[in-house]
């Protein structure tokens, strides 16, 4: 029988550089990338509900919730548990955390009812690590472009709300999370990066 695969995840407000960084975490140790939203032909359907601009369409945070958690569960089902249980490792660009993160901190929506939510539309999966990619947001201004996705375009005490949340997840479960200052360059986040999440992955 395998033996289950590690599930990783990166995390973090945008512009941290988590895309880059678990691209190259991945690599670095032969595991599935994937991505939420997103993942499965029906997790990016509503990835591009959820994030492209619609000035006919007003969503509303409950309605954003439930979207994040539809895309999540064919994720898990679909892609994230059959690869763990095949012995191999996954590593993710958001999860759980993310939907606490913006819609809980963020959209002000009560956090244990979007942590039931979440725990339900992830049948319970928890990630073994949660890569915390730390940044201010005078730094994250300064390397977004223009013409974000509806989420990134929000305004800046929405983005403080979102980072709060974060940093007080990390803080509540040090033994899950690992933060990194992400505010340096690529090579130095993810020098920093291996030397903290490979040796939690034992053989």
């Known amino acids: 029988m395998n033996k289950r695969g590690k599930f990783i995840v990166f995390e973090g407000g945008d ?3 988590k895309s880059t960084q678990a691209e190259l975490f991945a690599a670095k140790v032969n595991a599935l990338l994937t991505r939420e939203p997103g993942g499965t032909k029906l997790g990016e359907r509503i990835r591009s509900l959820l994030l492209v601009p619609d000035g006919d369409v007003l969503l509303m945070p409950k309605a954003e919730l439930f979207l994040m958690a539809a895309a999540r569960a064919q994720h898990v089902k679909e892609v ?13 660009d958001r999860y759980s955390a993310s939907t606490l993160a913006y819609q809980g901190f963020g959209r002000r ?4 009812e979007v942590e039931e939510v979440v ?3 992830s049948y319970g999966l928890e990630p073994d690590i949660y890569v915390l990619l730390d ?3 005078e730094v994250a201004l300064t390397r977004k472009s223009l013409g974000g996705d509806r989420i990134e375009d929000e305004g800046q005490s929405f983005h403080e709300r979102v980072l709060e949340g974060f940093r007080r997840l990390a803080s509540d479960n040090p033994a899950s999370w690992v933060v990194v200052d992400a505010s340096r360059s690529i090579a ?4 920093t990066v291996n030397s903290l999440v ?6």
Do not use: H, K, M
């Open 198 to 203: 490979l040796p939690r992955l034992g053989d």
């Open 80 to 92: 994230i548990e059959p690869a763990l249980e095949q012995g191999r490792n996954v590593v993710c």
């Open 188 to 191: 130095e986040t993810a020098e």
């Open 135 to 137: 940044i201010s947001l």
């Open 15 to 17: 512009a941290a550089g």
């Open 109 to 112: 929506l009560p956090i244990d």
């Open 119 to 121: 725990g339900f539309a």
